[in-house]
Structure formats: structure tokens, C-alpha cells
């Protein structure tokens, strides 16, 4: 079963000679969602205790759903960041020790000078809201069809991120993979924050292995 939404982010140039170029990025993330029976067996068949995205798809594991939800909205500070990184100032790119994607439970609308999910942060109930995760590893490219096309993916274990899936972001976190919550990954966002996007993705719950792919596409 899958389900999908619509949305996207359009810019343009006009110069004073009258010719118009403008550009786009589309979103979209897509989480496919494994139930703990379809872990165990991933785990039993590879001895990986915490299979991620790669090893559900080694085996032939399909996800009981796929939820592709498109468009996002890049922040003031994550548009600065790409174009920083574009000039090799000496910003810190997007690579696997600095890239996570995180979930939270608010539905509020994403505005461009977003810099942190809006779930709270507060550690009494932090765990029970929120969720950064380290990516899989390092995002890749590709140009097919005319679209450039980042991805990056991040694997959210059965005990984490058992809540309202309502908003989700990627900011430049350090601290990789884990499968188990810190005090870091329910923590507030570590700057900056790349993109932000309040959409309905589900309720997980234990012992559910969700993973959650994120594709921004640039024409």
C-alpha cells in the first residue's frame, strides 16, 4: 500500500534583457515501514542486530507499507549552506558523519527561517516527540532524466521514534547511526537546518523498523 501528497519549491531570474531562467526543487521522503518479524528475520538470516535500509533490501524484504510524501520547503540557512558549500568556502558539507534526519510530532505549516523541527525539546517528554537520526551513509547523486537528484537515507530501530510522524527535517547533527535515543538525538537541531516539512507519515510503534529516505530533487 502506498500513499502519496504533492507539493514543491519554484524560483526564477529575469534579467534585464527580457530572458527568464528559472530553476526548481522538488521533495520528497519516502518511508518504507518493516514490522519486527520482518527485522528478526533480516536479523537471523545476517547477524546484523539493527538491519538498516540496505540489509531489508539484500534480502528481499519488502516493507507491509511504502509512504511517499513529496515537497519541502529549504530553509534561509540551508539554502546558504548549499551555496557556501558550492564556493568551497570551508563550510562543513552534508557527509555521513555530519547528516541526519529527524521526525517530530507537530503538524505546524514550515516557514523559510525554520531552525529546528518544532516537536519540543523539553526531556521529559523529548523521547516521546522527536528523533534525529544519523544517515545510513554517505548520500549520493545522480542527474537521470535532467534532474539532479541528492538522497540520503537514515534508519529509525524499533525502539525509537515510536510516535506521531508529523514533521520531518535534515540538519548537520554529528554522532552518525545509533539504535538507541540520546540525549543529542532528541535534542534541538544542530545548525543548519537543511529543509523542513510538516506532513502525516504514519504512527510508529515498537517493535516497527521504519526507514526513511529523503530525495530533493534540483531542474
Not at 19 to 38: H, N, P, Q, T
Amino acid at each position: 500500500m502506498s500513499e502519496s501528497a504533492v507539493a514543491r519549491e519554484v524560483f526564477g531570474i529575469v534579467s534585464k534583457l527580457g530572458f527568464a531562467e528559472s530553476g526548481k526543487e522538488d521533495a520528497s521522503l519516502i518511508v518504507r515501514k518493516y514490522d519486527g518479524d520482518m527485522a528478526n528475520w533480516v536479523t537471523k538470516k545476517s547477524g546484523i542486530t539493527h538491519p538498516r535500509e540496505a540489509d531489508f533490501r539484500r534480502f528481499k524484504v519488502r516493507p507491509y507499507q511504502e509512504l511517499v510524501a513529496f515537497g519541502n520547503l529549504i530553509t534561509t540557512t540551508g539554502w546558504q549552506r548549499i551555496l557556501t558549500c558550492a564556493i568551497a568556502s570551508g563550510t562543513q558539507a552534508f557527509d555521513v558523519g555530519h547528516c541526519r534526519i529527524g521526525v517530530g510530532t507537530s503538524a505546524a505549516t514550515a516557514v523559510v527561517g525554520d531552525s529546528d523541527l518544532y516537536a519540543t525539546t523539553a526531556s521529559a517528554s523529548a523521547s516521546a516527540n522527536r528523533l534525529w537520526q544519523g544517515v545510513d551513509a554517505v548520500g549520493t547523486t545522480s542527474t537521470a532524466g535532467g534532474t539532479v537528484r541528492l538522497s540520503m537515507i537514515s534508519t529509525f530501530a524499533s525502539s525509537q521514534a515510536n510516535f506521531v510522524w508529523a514533521e520531518w527535517g535534515i540538519d548537520q547533527g554529528t554522532g552518525g547511526n545509533t539504535a538507541t535515543a540520546t540525549a543529542s538525538t532528541m535534542g534541538a537541531s544542530q545548525a543548519p537546518l537543511l529543509n523542513h516539512k510538516g506532513q502525516a507519515l504514519g504512527t510508529k510503534a515498537t517493535p516497527a523498523v521504519w526507514t526513511a529516505t529523503a530525495q530533493l530533487d534540483f531542474t
